[in-house]
């Protein structure tokens, strides 16, 4: 009896080894079932989201080089004023496309806009509704913070056996790792606006939509922005990890530099998204500043 | 509609918290705001409310912090629900109204101005102040040209394409003031308006609403916490205390009978001889001994303070005051001894 109660306090208490093998064959043989039953169902359902991919990324590789840089600078300037970053821009960009990156990062760059576009189609919708409505709230911040939680690895898995490998999946598992913050700094951006300005909105017989789109979404744009910009760091950290399922670009070569050990060639690649990574924050962060510009006391 | 008010409002309770209902009656025999909070975990925010504003008339509401003066304002346009009580518009029960018949109702005959301005800061002067037409789909060029007149009537032309927060806080509620007046509403809610402003541009501000009062001749209900700007604006004054109407009345009335002792603290400060018109305090002719009545020379203009003819009484000493009107005639009299009581009381 005592050696027992010592054997369950010291020994984890687990079900029989066949029986954890049973319940994760079936519960796997069910998803296959699955799978193989609405799988090209699905994937005809995302075809047009493939092709929309397929449009930006041959966009952006038949696309001269230099008129891409140009394109590239006319938005950094705009957004900064600054002669400073335009200038990092070109040295940088000219550097990864002297070492023969070029290629690769275009196919990034498209793919991470799509996957950006589509966070912002999705996610500010869900962030409108979530500001709406405590129950959604409640029903979706739970699956935010598992969403973000869970590692990324891990959420390739069903993707993939659903979808098989290709820029379908992949695109699939960067949106859903890079909304959350879409969605959360939406619902919060409009949460948080002036109870006192709402009110003077009610008081001169606003309609919901009119709150919405003169007060709400104007006034949260800001915290909006930083949606964005969150959203597309998150994308780019993604777009190395969903190499693994056939996603091209610049983390393609990094996996490869892995799995060969070229130690050069990942370094070369991985300062090649660190460049992508810094010119997209600064563009987007400055477009956040500028839309906030009223708030400060300085003539516009 | 001689006789009839343009707002009524007939026994109305509002009661804070998830079950006021029930409470009502409670209330009604007798709880105070201290127990219903106590026991029964809600807060009584008005309680037993009866009010009539004359069309064209400016009524002040005041009270402490926490008395109700926000909530009974809100009340008029209904962006607090009561618990029980009618709110009569022009005859018409706003609280009875359909969503959109409130919206109707509150882009066509109410605007409020706010203690914090509440601008849209994201939005120019002149898209502030249009806000109201906007909201009314009133065609942008003629919206322009009504919120322009507006701009130009408060003195901030020249402002039109600022944002809010390049402007001083005075200047801000001009903005307030010019988007409520732009919407022209019949109703004219304000609450604390100026309480956040210092000293010499409230004058100014308070000096720009009556200006622009004896002309449109709005229904005006203005919140305040503030006795001598009550008195400086208001035909009528409410007192409010923890939800309760303690007295309501003209200022003579709240000045020299104050019904309880928190109306009295309320005005034990005031320098009535600076805040009393000679209208405000005269007597009928037969109030006053006929030999008195002959010979008196002394006169006054009806408009007049106290204080501004005070001295002039104390080296004349005469009896009896003739206070006159606009056209020199006699509207009515004041004796010393009448004059002497309101002084020192
Ligand atoms: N939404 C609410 N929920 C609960 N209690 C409320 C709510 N709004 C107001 N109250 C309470 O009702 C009472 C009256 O509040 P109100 O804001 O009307 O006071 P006020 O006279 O305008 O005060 P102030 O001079 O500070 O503006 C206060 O006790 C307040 O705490
Ligand atoms: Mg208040």
Redesign the interface.
Known sequence: MADKSTNFFMDFPTLPKELIRAFKKSTDAAYKAFSREYGDYIESFFNPLLKFLVFWEKLLVATPWSVIIGVVCIFAFYGTRSYKIVIGIIVSFFFVGYMGMWEDMMESMGFIIVATIMSIAIGIPMGIWMSKSNRAQAVITPILDFMQTLPPFVYLIPVVMLLGIGKIPGLISVIVYAIPPMIRLTNLGIREV?R??L?????????PR?KLT??QF??ALPTIFAGVNQTIMMALAMVIIASMIGVKGLGQEVLRAITNQYFTLGMLNGLAIVILAIVFDRISQAYGKRIQK??????? | MPGSNKIEIKKLYKIFGPKPLPLVEKVNNGIGKDELLEKHKHVLGLNNINLGIPEQSLQVIMGLSGSGKSTLIRHI?R?IEPTAGEMIVDGQDVLTLSQND???????K???V?Q?F?????KTVLQNVS??L???RVEPAEAEKKAMHWIERVGLLGFEH??P??LSGGMQQRVGLARALA?DPDIL?MDEAFSALDPLIRKDMQDILLEIQSELKKTVVFITHDLDEALKLGDSIAILKDGSMDQEGNAVDILLSPKTEYVRKFVEDVNRSRVLKAKNIMQNASDIAKDLLNGQTFKVKADDVIEKFIDRVVVDKPNVIEVMGENGSALGYLSSERLSEILRK
């Open positions: 002036d006192e300005i009110e003077a909105a009610d008081s001169f017989g606003a309609t009119q003169q007060v104007p006034l009223h708030r400060s006391g300085d003539a516009i | 346009n962006l409130l919206l109707e109702f509150r882009k066509n109410t605007a409020m706010f914090k509440a601008l849209l800061p994201h806000f109201g906007y909201i009314k600022r944002y927060q390049q919407n809610l």
